[in-house]
């Protein structure tokens, strides 16, 4: 079918392309702070750049972190509110060696952008804020719904500010429904809308044992390892089948509906590829009796994210460290109460620690999970938009990360999020080489523009 933002998209290819890579080349990374200055300068390219595109009441919002940048335009009356999220912030780099191309000078390799942030979220983003100019060209100037913007900096380091921002502001942000472009299509041409979320629970451990590191050979033996007895800690808490071993951790899991397990069996997955291309390994690991999809989307999950102890530079120095750190993850599934599962983690702690170890417990963030009725309007006329703009049927999944924003819109401003995300299964989020296709940037383009027209339109 024709689509009414195609003759935008192919007069400005150049001119979007161009404007996105500016973006991409601010290193925006929150969670650095010799980078504070560069993500300030992605919230004021993002403020610009919602300016220029029509929007109004555009405010940097200060915050004890990185600042929020919102605007709107409520000239539609009678017609829905739409409230836009993104995040201009990046995760770090690193390793640089293993980057093809420098991660902050966007590069195009076989119909893709590769750079840092193009498909986590400065690419998808920045789609809302185009299909905003696109709509505007199209209406006269105006727009046939009315649009509220809220982007934030701290995404990447847990989004504590937005979280305070938002149940403090629910009338400035009232809206009928919420639009995020931050999860990814299930396939290439295969439009997606993710309507489930885990949660998250995200602990720093410090374990401590002597006072100070001692010499392996006087004190070995006799002494506590606090290396030795964190590994221990985390040994204890998820055997080797991946069942956790947290007392309680499942008492609130509820498996999916039968309906929902059935429509995941039709989904077009090959595990063999899905290990050969995504994950890279020699094989697949987690709790037996479960699918791929239920493991990843509907499973509470225990990961170690990074030790940090003792002697690691080049060399020998026969230590027993006093302290050791580890970065560790519980992912959530719905009616899990994050609060709960936190203490429940505390509690474990406290009763398994090795003797001699001392082990203090930090939360890092915390969000529930989310699932989004299907059935709601908002979420009906996305399906139909995305699906008539790729020419496939929409499908409907869950998806194993956390977008915590998605949680907050339903608790504090009881509205759905409609997750209509452009990115692909293999675009390396978080990883080397991270990359989105060029085509899902401009078809995104199209997606979001008729999506808005479709839910203006009558009923």
């Keep these: 079918m024709p689509l009414s933002a195609t003759p935008f998209v192919e007069a400005n290819r150049d001119r979007l392309l161009a404007e996105l890579f500016d973006f991409l080349r601010i290193p925006s990374i929150s969670t650095l702070p010799d980078h504070r200055d560069d993500v300030l300068r992605a919230a004021q390219f993002v403020a610009s750049s919602l300016t220029a595109a029509g929007l109004e009441n555009l405010e940097i919002i200060p915050t004890e972190g990185h600042p929020l940048v919102y605007a709107d335009w409520l000239h539609a009356p009678g017609k829905p509110t739409v409230l836009c999220y993104g995040h201009y912030d990046v995760q770090p780099p690193d390793p640089l ?65 937005i ?32 309507i489930g979320l885990r949660g998250l629970s995200y602990m720093e451990r410090e374990a401590t044992g002597p006072s100070r590191d001692l010499h392996s050979g006087l004190y070995g033996g006799a002494a506590p390892n606090a290396v030795f007895g964190l590994i221990e800690l985390l040994a204890k808490a998820k055997d080797a089948g991946g069942v956790i071993r947290i007392p309680g951790l499942y008492d609130d899991v509820r498996p999916p509906a039968p309906a929902e397990l059935e429509s995941w069996r039709r989904l077009p997955f090959d595990e063999n590829d899905f290990l050969a291309k995504e994950v890279g390994s020699a094989c697949l690991t987690g709790e037996a009796g479960y699918s791929v999809f239920e493991r990843t989307w509907a499973r509470p ?42 203490q429940q983690v505390r509690d474990f ?66 509205i759905p999020t409609v997750m209509m995300g452009f990115g692909l299964p293999d675009d390396g989020l978080h990883s080397p080489n991270e990359k989105f296709s060029l085509d899902n940037y401009y078809k995104g383009i199209l997606a979001v523009v008729h999506f808005f027209e479709k839910l203006a339109a009558p009923a």
């Design 97 to 161: 060696d293993l980057w093809v191309s420098p991660p902050f000078q966007p590069t195009i390799r076989d119909g893709s952008i590769y750079a840092r942030g193009s498909a986590d979220d400065k690419g998808q983003m920045y789609i809302h804020i185009k299909a905003i100019e696109a709509l505007r060209g199209l209406h006269g100037g105006r727009l046939p719904v009315n649009v509220k913007f809220l982007i934030e900096g701290e995404e990447e380091i847990g989004g504590k500010s």
């Design 163 to 194: 979280a305070k921002f938002v149940p403090a502001n629910k009338q400035k942000l009232q809206a009928d429904v919420a639009l995020v472009s931050d999860t990814a299509l299930f396939q290439a041409g295969l439009p997606t809308l993710c």
């Design 301 to 342: 999950t225990l990961e170690v994210h990074g030790i940090a102890g003792g002697f690691t530079a080049a060399g020998a120095k026969t230590v027993i460290p006093a302290k050791a750190t580890a970065k560790v993850s519980i992912r959530l599934v719905p009616e899990q109460d994050p609060d709960r599962v936190i």
């Design 349 to 414: 702690v406290r009763a398994a620690a090795p003797p001699g170890i001392q082990v203090e417990v930090r939360v890092l963030s915390a969000a529930p999970a989310t699932v989004v009725n299907p059935d709601q309007a908002a979420i009906r006329v996305a399906a139909e938009a995305f699906g008539e703009v790729f020419g496939r049927q929409t499908v409907f999944i869950r998806s194993g990360g956390s977008v915590p924003i998605v949680g907050d819109f339903a608790h504090h401003l009881g």
